[in-house]
């Protein structure tokens, strides 16, 4: 532990009494120079501490988001350990695809991503300081290419499951990896896969999950604003950034590894099917050859949606053909 959250851990442990910029000096046995270099690098970082001449700092209730913050919360065995923070980066998973040689389950989280990417290539806007991103790396065990969509499903539950335990309010699914709330996209899930071409065996999976958490209306790009919502505009709850990350971790742990993942599908489609706010409902879908409406009667176990065409005909949708769009 470096000594910046060495003298965080003191101020931590301190139960909200000022700790002595001396006290701190001797039991690190630094100067109190470098005390007060790394309170005011602490500070930097977003924590709040106040500095009382002559008596010390005491910490005061701070909503940061570090590797720290993370693992300090982390009840995983094997998601998050390792997690990697940037304030900023590119995309998440751009580089986690490029450093595919990190651990299995590493997760990589920023604050702000300048080229985030959803499905299809579309732009996923990912403002600084108001909201999460994060990519999961996996190393599988013999998962069959069918497979590779569900994990979005899977993600998708532990997404909605996370946000109800912070909040309090349980978010909707939109086919195929998009949450909703009242109506409001709140997050995005895109995964990848890294198969090698002669074999067909897949080497790698990368789960990107970007989360809305603190926008108002207001803050989302006038092309947006009509859709997009965040958890405090749809719930008034400012929920941390640093626990939603850790309660992710354990929620897609708990249905990837610990119940098996692909043999526990059956389970996770029926809580997933259970979060679908339109099946019964007529949608507009969309595919490179055709657009038509149709309505939305089931998911399957692979996953797929399955339509009634106006015509009578039923169609299975695999998630990486079409496009789905539900009329306000």
Not at 4 to 19: A, F, R, T
């Amino acid at each position: 532990m470096t000594t910046k959250y060495q003298i965080l851990k003191l101020l931590e442990e301190s139960d909200g009494k000022l700790v002595s910029g001396g006290d701190i000096a001797e039991k690190l046995s630094i100067s109190r120079t470098a005390v007060w270099k790394q309170i005011a690098a602490l500070q930097q970082d977003g924590y709040r501490i106040i500095s009382e001449p002559s008596k010390g700092y005491l910490l005061q209730p701070s909503n940061v988001l570090s590797a720290y913050e993370i693992e300090k919360r982390l009840t995983t065995h094997t998601v998050a350990r390792p997690v990697l923070y940037f304030p900023t980066i590119d995309s998440t998973n751009t580089y986690a695809k490029t450093h595919t040689e990190l651990e299995n389950g590493t997760v990589i989280v920023a604050s702000h991503q300048t080229a985030g990417v959803g499905r299809l290539s579309r732009k996923f806007h990912s403002p600084e300081g108001q909201g999460v991103y994060l990519s999961i790396l996996l190393h599988p065990d013999m998962i069959a290419m069918a497979d590779i969509s569900t994990i979005t499903l899977l993600t998708a539950v532990a997404v909605v499951d996370t946000i109800e335990q912070l909040s309090g309010v349980r978010p909707d699914i939109k086919w195929t990896n998009d949450v909703y709330l009242h109506g409001r996209k709140l997050c995005g899930i895109l995964t990848e896969a890294t198969v090698e071409g002669e074999s067909g065996v897949i080497r790698n999976i990368i789960v990107g999950i970007g989360l809305n958490l603190y926008q108002t209306y207001e803050d989302f790009a006038p092309e947006i604003r009509d859709i997009a919502g965040s958890v405090f505009s749809e719930t008034g709850k400012k929920i941390s950034a640093a626990d939603y990350v850790a309660c992710l971790s354990k929620n897609f742990e708990r249905y990837y590894l610990d119940e098996h993942f692909p043999a526990n599908k059956a389970s996770f489609l029926q809580k997933y099917k259970d979060a679908l706010f339109f099946l019964g409902q007529t949608v507009q879908v969309i595919s490179v050859r055709e657009t038509y409406m149709a309505v939305a009667e089931d998911i399957d176990e692979n996953g797929c949606l399955i339509v009634r065409k106006e015509d009578g005909t039923v169609a299975a949708l695999n998630s990486g053909e079409i496009s789905l769009k539900i009329p306000r």
